[in-house]
């Protein structure tokens, strides 16, 4: 099977692609690995009979429906124009919804709209279901008919007890996404909404149904950016006082029996742990919590109504089973011994579990499908998301810590040069996470930390202070100290790299996007003497212009956000602001930004260019038009890649 599912599926692609000129040589080429994931997904119907396959076809992702006993396709979803499919839900054995996501002509990434569009596996009966487009005319009939609906649709629960209706949450349209979302139950063939179960009390809400796709709770973002949970009962929405959960708390799901409501929170404890709250009387227990860092990620069953598993990530991802009465525990357990030191989830599976689609990922696997058949105990493979690369082509990421200057421990991730020579010691890339708060690097494929380790180049990533993932008191100790500890959490990081002869000190470069562009820049004006070079894209070179400047600021959230993390005081803010000290920086600079970014404006990267030009200070300028909040289209990440190392090349000795 492994042969022919490979086979099948690359020559179907690839015919496809042709079609459009878009076939590619399998030579290697580093500068692939930006290219779109040529797969990117994989969910097998109910029944077993078929797979809904996502594909690049013809330079976007559509759908390819496929025979599973026979790995043929029987249908396509693939879309005109600037829609493409984003994630998807088989509802029944023969009908698939998608959320689609569009590009815009003024921007290179896709972004969802909130529209869901409906499709057979045939790839017939497609019909846009849900968003602004899905209205018919309501002329001389009084047939009830499906309406336009100016809003975000979201997938709450796909309902697999009833195969017309799924469980939408809808929020009407506006400039910040804030406005109050509402429950309907949406049919799956015509569009038409039904039954209205209530509308949110607060912003962002995500909602949480029961085990008879009820909605039974959900959690939500006030203007002040605190976190809320609400609990529906009888009378309506019953908002839970502070100091009955955590400020972090976060809804996964309600049991089988329906009293207790399971979820992430950090009540009267720094990390976040997995509670139970009692929905009878709102007493509220303590299930595990890890002794070092936040649950990063849960296993929930594929129908999303059950939480089984949890993933902590202190170094290498480590799992724990919470709920080992249930069926897709016991696989994933099995599956986690059959893929040891990976990333491992369940994408869906059949309705009798004897069939399940596997997703297996680790630091040297961008990420690889496989279908288990549990009657028959083997796993075959299917296909890869990088399929013109080994697990071999790369360099494995290794967990590290250390203690900063003032005693703080840090945890971080280095990746030694591909190739280097026994006893030689590579130039190092300082690559910063972007953020900062809650944001963390993990243990993962990533492309961009591959082709410079490709290109000659170790690189060091610090989960510095502010980073999500090691407890409140972590995170907010980042608070107000953007351009002080936290740039010498990363600046100890790279001394700690040079006492264990990982990295030779003055022959390192510092590199981010976002705010890791920021603490390029910053770092340079702090430490003239110690980065040969920086490298800054999309950054955010003046913290003053947040408040006035970027998408974060026009949310009522936002404003109390960067409040909280940044502070008022003006003269604090000014001092944290490289673009008002240039004249400190002594090290090359090379300057990237997209013109259409909203979060951190293009403004932004204008006014450091004019400050380095008022102190003569050289650099080097890669401007992206069509481009928002970091390179989208593969080109543009080629380009700019290719003049990140050529740009380290010329500053950092080999």
């Given at each position: 099977m492994r042969r022919n599912v490979t086979i099948i599926l690359f020559l179907l692609v690839t015919l496809l692609n042709c079609a459009d000129g878009l076939a590619k040589s399998q030579t290697k080429n580093w500068g692939n690995l930006f290219n779109y994931a040529e797969y990117k997904n994989a969910k097998i119907s109910p029944d077993g009979k078929h797979l809904a396959v996502a594909a690049q076809i013809q330079g976007k992702m559509g759908l390819v429906f496929?025979?599973?006993?026979?790995?043929?396709?029987?249908?396509?979803?693939?879309?005109?124009?600037?829609?493409?499919?984003?994630?998807?839900?088989?509802?029944?054995?023969?009908?698939?919804?998608?959320?689609?996501?569009?590009?815009?002509?003024?921007?290179?990434?896709?972004?969802?709209?909130?529209?869901?569009?409906?499709?057979?596996?045939?790839?017939?009966?497609?019909?846009?279901?849900?968003?602004?487009?899905?209205?018919?005319?309501?002329?001389?009939?009084?047939?009830?008919?499906?309406?336009?609906?100016?809003?975000?649709?979201?997938?709450?629960?796909v309902l697999p007890e009833d195969e017309k209706y799924i469980l939408i949450s809808s929020t009407p349209m506006s400039n910040t996404a804030e406005r109050l979302a509402s429950v309907y139950k949406l049919n799956v063939y015509t569009g038409i909404l039904k039954r209205?179960?209530?509308?949110?009390?607060?912003?962002f809400s995500r909602f949480v149904s029961d085990k008879n796709g009820k909605v039974r709770a959900l959690v939500g973002t006030d203007k002040h950016n605190e976190r809320q949970l609400y609990i529906k009962n009888e009378d309506g929405w019953k908002k839970l006082a502070k100091d009955t959960v955590g400020d972090s708390v976060y809804p996964l799901s309600v049991d089988a029996t329906g009293k207790y409501l399971y979820t992430i929170d950090n009540?009267?404890?720094?990390?976040?742990?997995?509670?139970?709250?009692?929905?009878?009387?709102?007493?509220?227990?303590?299930?595990?919590?890890?002794?070092?860092?936040?649950?990063?990620?849960?296993?929930?069953?594929?129908?999303?109504?059950?939480?089984?598993?949890?993933?902590?990530?202190?170094?290498?991802?480590?799992y724990l089973i919470l709920n080992k009465k249930v069926e897709e525990a016991k696989i994933f357990k099995e599956l986690l011994q059959t893929f040891p030191q990976n990333k491992v989830s369940i994408t869906s599976k059949t309705k009798d579990g004897n069939y399940y689609v596997v997703l297996v990922s680790s630091d040297i696997d961008a990420g690889s499908l496989y279908l288990f058949d549990k009657k028959e105990n083997k796993v075959d493979f299917l296909f890869k998301f990088k399929p013109k690369f080994k697990r071999s082509d790369f360099s494995p990421v290794e967990p590290i810590q250390f203690n900063a200057s003032d005693g703080q421990k840090i945890h971080g991730y280095f990746t030694p040069a591909k190739d280097i020579?026994?006893?030689?010691?590579?130039?190092?890339?300082?690559?910063?996470?972007?953020?900062?708060?809650?944001?963390?690097?993990?243990?993962?494929?990533?492309?961009?930390?591959q082709y410079l380790a490709l290109n000659g180049y170790s690189v060091l990533q610090v989960n510095y202070r502010g980073s999500g993932g090691y407890g409140r008191n972590f995170e907010v100790s980042g608070h107000k100290v953007w351009g002080s500890i936290i740039q010498q959490d990363i600046l100890d990081g790279y001394l700690w790299l040079v006492k264990q002869n990982k990295a030779e000190l003055g022959n390192a470069c510092i590199m981010g996007a976002s705010f890791g562009a920021y603490s390029a820049v910053q770092s340079l004006a702090v430490y003239p003497d110690t980065y040969k070079c920086a490298i800054a894209n999309?950054?955010?070179?003046?913290?003053?212009?947040?408040?006035?400047?970027?998408?974060?600021?026009?949310?009522?959230?936002?404003?109390?956000?960067?409040?909280?993390?940044?502070?008022?005081?003006?003269?604090?803010?000014?001092?944290?602001?490289?673009?008002?000290?240039?004249?400190?920086?002594?090290?090359?600079?090379?300057?990237?930004?997209?013109?259409?970014?909203?979060?951190?404006?293009?403004?932004?990267?204008e006014n450091l260019r004019e400050a380095l030009d008022k102190a003569d200070k050289p650099y080097e300028w890669f401007a992206v038009d069509k481009e928002g909040h970091g390179f989208y289209n593969p080109d543009n990440q080629k380009a700019y890649m290719n003049k990140v190392v050529d740009f380290l090349d010329e500053n950092l000795t080999k």
């Amino acid at each position: 099977m492994r042969r022919n599912v490979t086979i099948i599926l690359f020559l179907l692609v690839t015919l496809l692609n042709c079609a459009d000129g878009l076939a590619k040589s399998q030579t290697k080429n580093w500068g692939n690995l930006f290219n779109y994931a040529e797969y990117k997904n994989a969910k097998i119907s109910p029944d077993g009979k078929h797979l809904a396959v996502a594909a690049q076809i013809q330079g976007k992702m559509g759908l390819v429906f496929l025979d599973r006993s026979k790995f043929k396709p029987v249908g396509f979803a693939n879309f005109s124009g600037h829609e493409e499919v984003g994630d998807y839900h088989w509802v029944n054995n023969e009908r698939v919804v998608i959320e689609l996501v569009r590009r815009s002509p003024s921007s290179e990434a896709p972004s969802s709209y909130g529209e869901l569009f409906a499709i057979n596996k045939d790839g017939k009966k497609g019909k846009m279901i849900y968003g602004h487009r899905a209205g018919e005319a309501q002329t001389g009939s009084h047939i009830k008919k499906k309406k336009s609906t100016f809003g975000w649709g979201e997938i709450i629960d796909v309902l697999p007890e009833d195969e017309k209706y799924i469980l939408i949450s809808s929020t009407p349209m506006s400039n910040t996404a804030e406005r109050l979302a509402s429950v309907y139950k949406l049919n799956v063939y015509t569009g038409i909404l039904k039954r209205k179960q209530g509308t949110s009390p607060v912003s962002f809400s995500r909602f949480v149904s029961d085990k008879n796709g009820k909605v039974r709770a959900l959690v939500g973002t006030d203007k002040h950016n605190e976190r809320q949970l609400y609990i529906k009962n009888e009378d309506g929405w019953k908002k839970l006082a502070k100091d009955t959960v955590g400020d972090s708390v976060y809804p996964l799901s309600v049991d089988a029996t329906g009293k207790y409501l399971y979820t992430i929170d950090n009540f009267r404890q720094d990390l976040d742990g997995i509670f139970k709250l009692n929905l009878s009387d709102y007493s509220y227990k303590h299930v595990y919590s890890d002794s070092s860092v936040d649950i990063s990620d849960v296993e929930m069953t594929t129908d999303g109504r059950s939480a089984y598993a949890i993933r902590v990530d202190e170094n290498y991802p480590s799992y724990l089973i919470l709920n080992k009465k249930v069926e897709e525990a016991k696989i994933f357990k099995e599956l986690l011994q059959t893929f040891p030191q990976n990333k491992v989830s369940i994408t869906s599976k059949t309705k009798d579990g004897n069939y399940y689609v596997v997703l297996v990922s680790s630091d040297i696997d961008a990420g690889s499908l496989y279908l288990f058949d549990k009657k028959e105990n083997k796993v075959d493979f299917l296909f890869k998301f990088k399929p013109k690369f080994k697990r071999s082509d790369f360099s494995p990421v290794e967990p590290i810590q250390f203690n900063a200057s003032d005693g703080q421990k840090i945890h971080g991730y280095f990746t030694p040069a591909k190739d280097i020579q026994d006893g030689a010691i590579a130039p190092v890339v300082v690559l910063v996470h972007g953020g900062p708060h809650g944001i963390r690097d993990s243990w993962s494929f990533d492309a961009e930390v591959q082709y410079l380790a490709l290109n000659g180049y170790s690189v060091l990533q610090v989960n510095y202070r502010g980073s999500g993932g090691y407890g409140r008191n972590f995170e907010v100790s980042g608070h107000k100290v953007w351009g002080s500890i936290i740039q010498q959490d990363i600046l100890d990081g790279y001394l700690w790299l040079v006492k264990q002869n990982k990295a030779e000190l003055g022959n390192a470069c510092i590199m981010g996007a976002s705010f890791g562009a920021y603490s390029a820049v910053q770092s340079l004006a702090v430490y003239p003497d110690t980065y040969k070079c920086a490298i800054a894209n999309a950054g955010i070179y003046d913290l003053e212009l947040m408040f006035d400047e970027g998408d974060i600021r026009k949310r009522l959230s936002g404003m109390s956000y960067l409040k909280d993390v940044l502070g008022t005081n003006e003269q604090a803010l000014k001092g944290m602001s490289p673009v008002n000290y240039v004249n400190k920086i002594q090290a090359p600079l090379l300057l990237a930004h997209g013109e259409d970014d909203e979060r951190a404006p293009f403004e932004h990267a204008e006014n450091l260019r004019e400050a380095l030009d008022k102190a003569d200070k050289p650099y080097e300028w890669f401007a992206v038009d069509k481009e928002g909040h970091g390179f989208y289209n593969p080109d543009n990440q080629k380009a700019y890649m290719n003049k990140v190392v050529d740009f380290l090349d010329e500053n950092l000795t080999k």
